[in-house]
């Protein structure tokens, strides 16, 4: 089995698209969350560089409820289409 083909098929590639997240980092990057506390509720986040959008997922879970604020802006090339209500994208 080729490299290529066995990344896609591979137990985190799996469990991401499952949980409905766009990349498999996202698993990395929700147990940095859990670990790290990288984001704080009602907090900011800056993603250059955005795409395919699986940091923007995890911060805007990471920031609670939209009543506690917060928000995620997203800023690439290539656009990116995961939703949320504290997410902005801009297309640069």
Avoid at 19 to 42: I, N
Avoid at 68 to 84: E, F, Y
Wanted: net charge positive.
């Amino acid at each position: 089995m080729s490299a290529l083909r066995k990344g896609l098929t591979d137990f985190y590639s799996k469990e991401s698209k499952r949980l409905g997240y766009v990349a498999r980092s996202a698993l990395k990057l929700t147990d940095m969350q859990e670990k790290f506390k990288v984001v704080a509720r009602g907090g900011s986040v800056l993603d250059l560089g955005c795409h395919p959008g699986a940091w923007l997922q995890v911060a805007c879970q990471a920031l609670g409820p939209l009543e506690q604020g917060g928000m995620v802006v997203g800023v690439d090339l290539v656009s990116t289409n995961v939703g949320g209500n504290q997410m902005k994208f801009i297309d640069a």
